[in-house]
């Protein structure tokens, strides 16, 4: 059904038709085929008056504002806008959906160590060098190094977690994608063997998507079996080790001392293996299962022991050196 309106204005130069129509759905649209509105009458002489038509809107009350200096944080999984002061009071984690940010090695020290620091900090006065001439990389380590204000991609040193000493060795992703040096693998060898003197368990957490590095060749290949043999070392010395996999613990990391731990634990979703998943599905031409390589999935699957929640990483392990009897003396 339409009806058809007449403008007979003065005012305007122009007559224009208003189209009046009742849909089936008793919803009504307005077409207006001129821009101007001046004087509108019906023909029947009911006068139309102005936004009778239309729904006023509410409105919209302001956003809330973050504190002054400071900038909303979007979850990079679901969205979310948290204030830079509660992202980190939660650990760096959503507390939407619980999408676990990387985060630097010394955050993990103040989350997991009783001092929030080492005590003793093992081998700082390793340098990584440039074995094979490889070209550009000097200059890299030196704009790595004072990005990130660390000498190379792991740390070592002592601590206490629940009051029981232990050996703590972790990975930063953000030194060369925490891949694994000379350094790096002589690091773990001198903490291990401090853990073994001492009789201490020993704590080795990864966020290495880097796995070896390639600028160092062969030599940070070797990394990889000189790591496994301090691993078997320990086991034969009654050490515990413990490994803790954050996002993302991938390549010769993976394949080495991150892998055989006596009890092996993950962050919820973080991205765990040897290749990248887009690697496995363009060699073997087929569609990966959901889930695959993370956390989650090589829990399912037998590959680690826990899922476990930065929240609660510092208490699992605590509950942990309770039940196995783990000594408060070094």
Known sequence: MVHQY???SQRGSTPFRVDFYRSQRSTFRIDFLMSQCVGLTLASSVPIIPGMFFRSKKPKEPPEKAPAGEQWIKCPKCGELVFPNHWAKNLWVCPQCGYHE????????????????FVEEIAADLLPDDPLGFPGYPEKLQKTQAKTGLTEAALAGTGHIGGHPVVLFITDFA?????MGSVMGEKFVRAARYAIEKQVPFIALTASGGGARMHEGIISLMQMAKTTVLVNEMAEAGILYINILADPTMGGVMASFASLGDIIIAEPG??????GPRVIRDTIKQE??????????????GMIDLVVPRKDLKKTLVRLFDLIGVSHHG
């Not at 030194?175 to 891949?179: E, I, L, T």
């Not at 990966?288 to 699957?301: D, K, N, R, V």
Request: aromatic share 16%; charged share 20%; proline share 5%.
């Open 288 to 301: 990966l299962p959901p889930g695959f390589q993370t956390a989650e999935f090589l829990l399912e699957h």
């Open 102 to 117: 990387r985060i630097r090695a010394h955050q993990y020290l103040q989350i997991l160590l009783d001092e929030g620091a």
């Open 175 to 179: 030194f060369f994608g925490g891949s």
């Open 270 to 275: 973080a991205l765990l293996g040897f290749a």
């Open 6 to 8: 007449e403008d007979f």
